[in-house]
C-alpha cells in the first residue's frame, strides 16, 4: 500500500515538473511582440495640458459649409481651458462676436483604455452636446473624426489641432461629403494666450 502511494505521488511529481517545464518553454517561444508591456504604449492623458488658461480667439467661420460658397465671416473673443481630473479632461468655453454672438464650450475626455480623446462640443443656441469626434495627438498635431448629419446628409468631419508653440495654436474643421476623398475646411481659429 505504501509502495502504491508512494508509486502515484512520483508519477504526480513528474507530471507537475514535466507540466511546468511546458509552460516556461510556450512562455520563451513566445513573440516579443506579445510579451511587451502595456505600459509601451503612448499614454495621451496629459495632450492638452500646453492649452490651460486663457487665450484670445480670432475666429473664421465659412457661413454655408458645402454649398459652393466661398463667404467667410470673422468673429473675436476669449478661450477658457480649464484642467479637470489632473488633466484627463478639460472644459473649453468660448465666446466670440461678429455677424453674431457665439457661447460654446467642448468637454474633452481622455479614454485611457483607447488612448484617444473624445472632444465633445454644445453651443448655448442648441444646448446640447453633439456628436464627439475622437482621435489623438501624433507628432506635436492632434486629429479627431467623427460622422454627423448635416443639413440632411451625411458627412465625415475633421478637427485638427496644429501649430502648437507656448503662445499660440491653430484649430481647423473640415467636412467631406465623399467619404474623406475631400475636405472642405469650414472653421479656422488662432488663439493667442492672454498674458495675466
Same mark, same amino acid.
Given at each position: ?12 511529481? $513528474? ?5 511546468? @517545464? ?9 513573440? #516579443? +511582440? %506579445?510579451? &511587451? ?66 457661447? $460654446? ?5 481622455? @479614454? ?9 462640443? #454644445? +453651443? %448655448?443656441? &442648441? ?70
Amino acid at each position: 500500500m505504501i509502495r502504491g502511494f508512494l508509486g502515484l505521488l512520483l508519477i504526480v511529481s $513528474a507530471i507537475a515538473v514535466l507540466a511546468q @517545464n511546458a509552460s516556461a518553454a510556450a512562455e520563451t517561444a513566445r513573440p #516579443a +511582440s %506579445s510579451t &511587451a508591456s502595456p505600459a509601451s504604449a503612448r499614454d495621451g492623458q496629459h495632450d492638452f495640458d500646453w492649452e490651460f488658461g486663457k487665450w484670445h480667439t480670432h475666429l473664421w467661420r465659412l457661413k454655408q459649409p458645402l454649398s459652393g460658397s466661398k463667404e467667410w465671416v470673422e468673429y473675436d473673443g476669449t478661450t477658457i481651458v480649464r484642467k479637470i481630473w489632473d488633466g484627463r479632461a478639460n472644459l473649453v468655453e468660448l465666446e466670440v462676436d461678429g455677424p453674431t454672438h457665439i457661447e $460654446a464650450l467642448n468637454l474633452r475626455l481622455y @479614454n485611457p483604455e483607447t488612448q484617444k480623446w473624445s472632444l465633445n462640443f #454644445a +453651443s %448655448s443656441k &442648441a444646448g446640447t452636446l453633439g456628436t464627439p469626434t475622437v482621435g489623438e495627438f501624433k507628432n506635436g498635431r492632434g486629429e479627431f473624426y467623427d460622422q454627423e448629419n448635416f443639413n440632411g446628409r451625411p458627412v465625415l468631419v475633421r478637427f485638427i489641432i496644429s501649430d502648437i508653440k507656448t503662445e499660440s495654436c491653430k484649430f481647423e474643421q473640415s467636412f467631406s461629403a465623399d467619404g474623406g476623398k475631400t475636405w472642405e475646411v469650414n472653421w479656422i481659429a488662432i488663439d493667442t494666450r492672454v498674458k495675466e
